[in-house]
T-cell receptor, first 115, second 117 residues
Framework: DGGITQSPKYLFRKEGQNVTLSCEQN?????MYWYRQDPGQGLRLIYY???????QKGDIAEGYSVSREKKESFPLTVTSAQKNPTAFYLC??????????????FGSGTQLSVL | AQSVAQPEDQVNVAEGNPLTVKCTYS??????LFWYVQYPNRGLQFLLK??????LVKGSYGFEAEFNKSQTSFHLKKPSALVSDSALYFC???????????????FGQGTELSVKP
């Protein structure tokens, strides 16, 4: 059963703490993405990766970090520098980024809240 | 820069009636347009896309979208709404970076569709 798995479903962060959101895909996709969703604001791109060992900042990368050591995995760390981390985080993937008609496949999301 | 706008935060429709969720876009060059649906506490699911060709695009779950170049619109439609269609709908456009670059998807702010029995 192919797809994207995000974990945990709910996550709570204490002040000053770094937390890591997991994203794993078994679709054999080259490209992976992290989006942040806030009510009424749609989705905003945090980071993206076109291929293993490469990643680029999106529109709102400050306070976040990522790694892409394996094709299947693209974890997102929300650092203590992110002052307003409460949001719904969505991971996505696509076959690659060169095809402009390519659609994205999304995980089920992680809701991050601040204690 | 490419952008999309969804002018309605919420659309209310009675079950069995036709529905329309509006989207307008601003792009330089040919647009690559998408619709996604999100059910509560879930990720987004792809509905349909317009790349080129027929202005009426058919997608999943009986949805279709009409591309109108002169009005720069890409409205989502369904002839007969179901209660189960109630969800958050996102329009998106591909931001073109350069040659051989697919670019990222830019999403609208979303429209909440509510279908009442």
């Amino acid at each position: 059963d192919g797809g994207i798995t995000q974990s945990p479903k709910y996550l709570f962060r204490k002040e000053g703490q770094n937390v890591t959101l997991s994203c794993e895909q078994n679709l054999n996709h080259d490209a992976m993405y992290w989006y942040r969703q806030d009510p009424g604001q749609g989705l905003r791109l945090i980071y993206y990766s076109q291929i293993v060992n490469d990643f680029q900042k999106g529109d709102i990368a400050e306070g976040y970090s990522v790694s892409r050591e394996k094709k299947e995995s693209f974890p997102l760390t929300v650092t203590s520098a992110q002052k307003n981390p409460t949001a719904f985080y969505l991971c996505a993937s696509s076959i690659d980024m060169r095809d402009r008609g390519e659609k994205l496949f999304f995980g089920s999301g992680t809701q991050l809240s601040v204690l | 820069a490419q952008s999309v706008a969804q002018p309605e935060d919420q659309v209310n429709v009675a079950e069995g009636n036709p529905l329309t969720v509006k989207c307008t876009y601003s792009v330089s060059g040919n647009p690559y347009l998408f619709w996604y649906v999100q059910y509560p506490n879930r990720g987004l699911q792809f509905l349909l896309k317009y790349i080129t060709g027929d202005n009426l695009v058919k997608g999943s779950y009986g949805f279709e979208a009409e591309f109108n170049k002169s009005q720069t619109s890409f409205h989502l439609k369904k002839p007969s709404a179901l209660v189960s269609d109630s969800a958050l709908y996102f329009c998106a456009v591909r931001d073109i970076w350069g040659y051989n670059q697919g670019g990222k998807l830019i999403f609208g702010q979303g429209t909440e569709l509510s279908v009442k029995p």
